[in-house]
């Protein structure tokens, strides 16, 4: 399935980073994807070094060569065990920039991170690095925190049915073609609280929350039936209460190896990813995380 050619997959060696090279290639194998393995020396630590040890010292050049010497292992391990051919590509500068520069020349259709790692990647998501390359990415990006041991099985899919919701159901189907999907919303009754404070009686509250999850019903099945989905390969999940913590609860409560968020909300403005949703669920969470960047037209 092309839709996924090619991937980018970026590394600093760490084993965190090495289950996300081996669920890129894994990745790549299932889909018939071209793989680049990038590695970026961080340009503000070789500042550093010239600082100390003056420009064009051997240190520098050993710390390239040591990188593409991990670069080529990887790849030779990757190509034996999971019968991809991968490319290397050996950077350093910033590493936002150097990884952001690679993917346009990719044209990648995905970039792949470790959840934890050394050196520049030590913070994964929750760094400064990583949310400034998530920021700038319009490109689906798999963030890595278990051993892959087999395809995304049980794929639990939150959506809030804006734009970015039918694509995030697309691209759950490419990541896990054979896999369950979990259509998950969390709903809750609008300004619930300042009703209750308004003096608003439970009935009618009660009246606008049995409303409120008819309606969540009727658009998870109008969206599963757009986006081509069969009975037996999804199930809907609809749930009441804040959104972050009820993913994460049924994340483990449904064995979920994967979680896919789209970017954005219901406006471009609201940054899923980069909000309060997204941080608890990659903090808190146990299961990899896909986030979506593209749109419906």
Not at 33 to 57: F, I, K, Y
Not at 59 to 85: G, P, S
Request: negative net charge.
């Amino acid at each position: 399935m092309t839709d996924l050619a090619p991937i980018l997959a970026a590394t600093d060696f760490s084993t965190p980073a090495r289950h996300a090279a081996d669920r890129a290639a894994r990745l790549a194998h299932e889909n018939g994807a071209a793989l680049t393995l990038m590695h970026v020396l961080p340009g503000g630590a070789l500042q550093e070094l010239r600082r100390w040890l003056g420009a064009d010292h051997a240190m520098e050049h050993q710390l390239h060569d040591d990188a593409q010497r991990q670069l080529d292992m990887l790849i030779a391990d990757l190509q034996t065990h999971r019968h991809v051919a991968a490319r290397a590509v050996n950077a350093s500068g910033s590493v936002v920039d150097e990884i952001t520069r690679e993917a346009e020349v990719l044209d990648a259709a995905m970039l792949v991170l470790g959840a934890r790692g050394a050196g520049f990647l030590r913070r994964s998501v929750l760094g400064s690095t990583s949310e400034r390359l998530l920021r700038r990415t319009v490109r689906p990006l798999l963030v890595v925190r278990q051993r892959p041991h087999e395809p995304y099985r049980r794929v639990l899919v939150a959506l809030d049915f804006s734009p970015w919701s039918a694509q995030s159901v697309s691209l759950a189907r490419r990541v896990a073609p054979h896999g369950r999907l979990l259509l998950f919303h969390a709903c809750q009754v609008p300004f619930e609280e300042k009703l209750r404070f308004a003096g608003v009686d439970a009935a009618t509250i009660d009246h606008y929350r049995t409303r409120t999850h008819a309606d969540a019903t009727q658009r998870l099945h109008a969206l599963a039936a757009a986006s081509g989905l069969k009975p037996g390969h999804w199930e809907p999940c609809i749930v009441e209460g804040d959104a972050s913590q009820r993913i994460v609860e049924h994340e483990q409560d449904k064995d979920c190896d994967l979680v896919v968020l789209g970017k954005h909300g219901q406006s471009a403005a609201e940054d899923l990813l980069l909000g309060s949703v997204s941080k608890h669920v990659l903090a808190e969470g146990s299961a990899d995380v896909l986030v979506s960047a593209a749109h419906a037209a």
